[in-house]
T-cell receptor
Framework: DTEVTQTPKHLVMGMTNKKSLKCEQH?????MYWYKQKAKKPPELMFV???????INESVPSRFSPECPNSSLLNLHLHALQPEDSALYLC?????????????FGPGTRLTVL | SQQGEEDPQALSIQEGENATMNCSYK?????LQWYRQNSGRGLVHLIL?????REKHSGRLRVTLDTSKKSSSLLITASRAADTASYFC?????????????FGTGTRLTVIP
């Protein structure tokens, strides 16, 4: 299985809502990533998890809260988001940190904040 | 900014023609990777070239890397309508212990049947 799956595909939420994005991979990868991508822009790294521990937080606002319950799952909890947070949220995984490892991306969750 | 620049921003060609995209970056790198993204979807890894390599081939793809100029190019030969997508270069930094990827601004390729 060489897939990274993400749910939901689309999410519309109000600024007072709490929601979660989910990502799953069964490739035995030990590094997982969250990216944010605005329209016609490149992906921007948000968080990196290595062996289920948060390795990198690229100065992301606290209204985004990542969680890695186990080596196959990665969640992104959303609370009190702003309309400018509307974007495509991409999850990716790779074999491990460092080295020359390609990243495998999920299809993304299209988030709209009203 | 660590982000790379790609040119052209958009490229439109006829099916069967070759497409060339260029990427420039700012910092020392471990490797440079090219990814493809169909509209609004996830990215697909195409090819990786290490900092000590100058050229690499994979099927219809040819990638070159010039570390002295901090630039790379992606050539797609004999293009097909299915190659229509956005193409991003991504660099992994030399001094970073983590597998951070910094993506270029992307080239939107349209192949006309």
């Amino acid at each position: 299985d060489t897939e990274v799956t993400q749910t939901p595909k689309h999410l519309v939420m109000g600024m007072t809502n709490k929601k979660s994005l989910k990502c799953e991979q069964h490739m035995g990868h030990r590094a997982m990533y969250w990216y944010k991508q605005k329209a016609k822009k490149p992906p921007e790294l948000m968080f990196v998890y290595s062996y289920e521990k948060l390795s990198i937080n690229e100065s992301v606002p606290s209204r985004f809260s990542p969680e890695c319950p186990n080596s196959s799952l990665l969640n992104l909890h959303l609370h009190a988001l702003q309309p400018e947070d509307s974007a495509l949220y991409l999850c990716a995984s790779s074999q491990a940190l460092g080295g020359s490892n390609e990243q495998f991306f999920g299809p993304g969750t299209r988030l709209t904040v009203l | 900014s660590q982000q790379g620049e790609e040119d052209p921003q958009a490229l439109s060609i006829q099916e069967g023609e070759n497409a060339t995209m260029n990427c420039s970056y700012k910092t020392s790198i471990n490797n440079l990777q090219w990814y493809r993204q169909n509209s609004g979807r996830g990215l697909v890894h195409l090819i990786l070239i290490r900092s000590n390599e100058r050229e690499k081939h994979s099927g219809r793809l040819r990638v070159t890397l010039d570390t002295s100029k901090k630039s790379s190019s992606l050539l797609i030969t004999a293009s097909r309508a299915a190659d229509t997508a956005s193409y991003f270069c991504a660099t992994a930094r030399a001094w970073s212990g983590a597998n951070n990827l910094f993506f270029g601004t992307g080239t939107r390729l349209t192949v006309i049947p």
